[in-house]
């Protein structure tokens, strides 16, 4: 499997989960992926740009194209060095909330994805990675 | 900050979403109209979502939020225009949206809301 | 190890390379008889998969074929084996474009140094290894060019097999025929979802009475289906559920939280109530108003 290309960005001001938005749907196109299928995508990152935004203190995101074959994926990496998750199960049970939205964020992403991973350490940082495969 | 235009038809409220909103609009979008709802003494209220590619969680919280508080100030609130592959996302992601009716179009929208209303008065 | 100075290929190809390249058509050939392929571009790909073959060899690099400096042989066995693929030609076939290289090039190699053994042996062995490794990549290209083929075929099957029909204005029906995967369920209710977008249905009805089996994944895609068209502003009625789909719909605890009926008919019906339709009779002719048109 290679990374065909990678693009990353600034999480760190409200505007920013526009950019997100935008920039992950223009390398969905790019990877051909369906308008459902990009969607998906979008919505999840949005929702976890947001959680960088919010509960980590801001932070990056990194995009890259892969291709395995003749497969072709993206993944999204959202890296933070905010507060950390200390219950990683528990945020990830639908409804649970920390800060009152509406508790679907990491769960949410998840159900959206075809592959997920987050790694947080309280007090270091967190890292989410979102990917869909075509 | 931009500002999403809310206009009047009769004794109805009209939006229609055309920006890809970021949190602190969609919040200003919510006050605005609980105000004008007020203000007016809308019965109804329009949001037209069909220039949304995307529907995520806190687009759908202030949905539901303006549902519910037109419920209180006695206006009902119908969505149109979902497109199709929001509307997969959403059930996906597990949105629920509730107390938020939907309607295909600004004109079944309108249809709806009249329904809505005159049922209501019919109870009362 | 082979390094460029003491493998002959090279300079080989250089001082044969019209010998060779005609008696490597004659295998080709005789081992494709009674294929219609057009001699002009079998010459073409030949004469630049032989000509690729001794530039790279310059390099005296022979393990490793995906390197640069073999890219334009790759690139040459790519065409012949998409051109191959596309007109059903099998993997063997187009296998045969490198292996068939062989017979006369060993024989060009025998001529050369017939009696240095040692050499001869050395010199047939790097050969071999390099056109194994090429057949096998023609192989493997061809393999993805197929399944593109198929997966192309899939789609347009896909398209022309499930139509969206409009029973009524404001009513659509979707009659699913034949046994559904995952993956046609999918691009069928986006289709779905689309058409009651476009036509501003109010009520989709969705037949599966030609649907053999529903697994779950199958059952989960049509409640997601309904779920969306709910939430667009839409409601589905689903229709044509036999016994034994609705057995295995309980069997694999599929809450079904949709309204459902035997027939279209009955769901067609339902969906017109829905509307606030009737249907009523015309009035029969009368007695009197049939004798006058028989008069005329």
């Known amino acids: 499997m290679n990374i065909e290309k990678s693009t990353t960005m600034p999480v760190k001001a409200a505007e920013d989960v526009v950019r997100v938005r935008q920039a992950v749907r223009v390398q969905a196109v790019d990877a051909g992926f369906s308008l459902v299928d990009q969607t998906k995508l979008v919505t999840a990152a949005s929702e976890i740009a947001r959680n960088t935004l919010e509960y980590g203190g801001g932070g990056d995101l990194l995009i890259e194209t892969l291709r395995d074959g003749v497969r072709r994926g993206l993944r999204l990496t959202f890296t933070d060095q905010g507060p950390g998750i200390a219950d990683i199960p528990r945020a990830m049970t639908d409804g649970y909330t920390s800060g009152g939205g509406l508790g679907l964020g990491l769960s949410g992403a998840k159900r959206l994805s075809n592959e997920f991973d987050i790694q947080s350490t309280p007090g270091k940082g967190t890292r989410v990675m979102l990917g869909r495969w075509r | ?124 | 190890m082979a390094t460029a100075e003491n493998v002959l290929l090279p300079q080989l190809i250089a001082k044969h390379r019209d010998a060779l390249l005609a008696a490597w058509i004659d295998q080709q050939r005789a081992a494709n008889r009674g294929s219609n392929e057009d001699q002009a571009e079998l010459r073409d790909y030949s004469a630049r998969f032989l000509d690729s073959l001794r530039a790279a060899a310059a390099t005296g690099q022979f393990e490793d074929i995906a390197t640069p400096s073999w890219s334009e042989a790759r690139h040459v066995l790519e065409e012949v084996s998409r051109a191959r693929a596309l007109r059903g030609a099998t993997p063997t076939q187009t296998a045969t474009f490198v292996f068939s290289l062989k017979a006369p090039l060993f024989d060009l190699l025998g001529r050369e140094l017939g009696k240095d053994a040692v050499a001869l042996a050395r010199e047939v062995w790097i050969i071999t290894l390099l056109l194994d490794k090429f057949g096998l990549y023609t192989t493997e290209v061809f393999q993805k060019s197929r399944e593109g083929v198929i997966q192309r075929q899939q789609d347009e099957l896909l398209e022309l097999s499930t139509p969206v029909v409009t029973l009524w204005q404001g009513v659509l029906a979707l009659p699913l025929i034949g046994t559904l995967d995952s993956n046609r369920t999918q691009v069928v209710m986006e289709n779905l979802l689309q058409t009651i977008v476009s036509t501003g249905a109010q009520i989709a009805i969705i037949d599966i009475t030609g649907v053999p089996t529903v697994d779950t994944l199958v059952a989960q895609h049509l409640l997601k289906t309904v779920s969306a068209a709910r939430l667009m502003g839409a409601d589905c009625i689903i229709s044509g559920i036999r016994p034994q789909i609705a057995q295995t719909i309980v069997h694999l605890g599929v809450e079904l939280n949709v309204v459902s009926k035997a027939t279209m008919a009955d769901a067609f019906a339902l969906a017109l109530r829905r509307l606030g339709k009737t249907v009523v009779d015309r009035a029969k002719p009368t007695a009197q108003a049939n004798d006058a048109k028989l008069a005329e």
Not at chain 2, 3 to 29: E, F
Not at chain 2, 51 to 71: H, K, Q
């Open chain 2, 1 to 124: 900050m931009e500002q999403i235009p809310i206009m009047k038809i009769g004794d109805c409220l009209l939006v229609s979403i055309q920006v890809d909103m970021h949190d602190r609009l969609a919040m200003a979008l919510q006050d605005e109209l609980t105000g004008k709802v007020v203000e007016t003494r809308a019965r109804g209220v329009m949001i037209d979502i069909s220039a949304l590619e995307i529907v995520d969680s806190f687009i759908g919280r202030m949905l539901n939020n303006i549902a519910a508080m037109t419920r209180v100030l006695d206006a009902v609130t119908v969505v149109v225009g979902m497109r199709p592959a929001v509307a997969i996302t959403l059930v996906e992601l597990g949105l629920q949206l509730t107390g938020v009716k939907t309607a295909l179009n600004v004109d079944s929208g309108l249809a709806l809301i009249r329904r809505l209303i005159d049922d209501e008065e019919q109870a009362d």
